[in-house]
């Protein structure tokens, strides 16, 4: 499994991350969202750097040009909420993909809140069959909601190949990931990786629970 962290190479990527970890930003939420947003535009630009492309004739108002232009189906996914502004920044590169939406929430399952269970309960989704699968979900901490979106969408069809997009992992997630996805055809893009959970399982120093800085509090 290919494991790309964009933090690895000097890039404007760690301003956004910056912010998105600062408290001081963390109040603002469409700065927020923004920022998640265009985190997902830079890791889809590096994404598209290894698609199939193919040779195509464009004519223009004073001849024909030819240029390469990406062949391959790509299915965006995404997990609800936190995914949501990671999926239009995605959106906005790959503008021609079919898009897939699953729900997954982490809830406690003991009252020490140091057990968490994944709840999946919506799937909308074109079939991913031979398909570029790209599941962009912001948090990558467990690993346990990447798990459960991704065999949720396989119920639709096998992809050629799957990126796991997101902003911040810890390397259990990916350790999770590696052993619950196919590790052949799967690469996981991060913009970070943090190097704990704590007992809560909230990545550390993370940045605090993305879908809330996104969208507010849930009861
Ligand atoms: O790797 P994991 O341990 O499974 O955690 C990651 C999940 O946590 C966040 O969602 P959350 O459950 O907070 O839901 P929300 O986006 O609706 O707030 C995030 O968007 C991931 O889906
Ligand atoms: O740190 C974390 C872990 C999971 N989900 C979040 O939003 N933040």
Redesign the pocket.
């Known amino acids: 499994m290919k494991i790309i962290n964009l933090s690895e190479t000097d890039s404007i990527v760690n301003q956004y991350v910056a912010e998105l970890r600062d408290v001081c930003y963390q109040g603002n939420r469409l700065l927020f969202r923004n920022n998640i947003s265009r985190v997902g535009e830079m890791e889809a630009y590096e994404i598209s750097k290894t698609l199939c492309y193919e040779e195509r004739e464009v004519t223009t108002p004073l001849g024909t040009s030819r240029v390469r232009v990406p062949a391959d189906g790509i299915v965006l996914a995404t997990?609800?909420?936190?995914?949501l502004p990671f999926h239009n920044g995605f959106l906005n590169v790959f503008d021609h993909a079919a898009c897939a939406f699953v729900s997954?929430?982490?809830e406690y399952t003991n009252k020490e809140h140091t057990e968490?269970g994944?709840h999946v309960e919506y799937l909308a989704t074109p079939s991913i069959e031979g398909k570029t699968l790209v599941i962009a979900?912001?948090?990558?901490?467990?690993?346990?909601?990447?798990e459960m979106a991704y065999k949720a969408f396989l119920t639709r069809g096998e992809p050629r190949h799957i990126h796991v997009a997101c902003v911040l992992a810890t390397p259990d997630?990916i350790e999770h990931v590696r052993r619950t996805l196919p590790a052949e055809k799967t690469t996981v893009w991060c913009a970070a990786i943090d190097p704990v959970l704590n007992e809560h399982?909230y990545i550390v120093p993370g940045l605090g629970?993305?879908?809330?800085l996104c969208y507010g509090d849930?009861v």
């Open positions: 997990i609800f909420r936190a995914g997954a929430y982490r968490v994944i979900d912001p948090m990558l901490a467990t690993g346990c909601s990447m997630g399982k629970d993305a879908g809330d849930k």
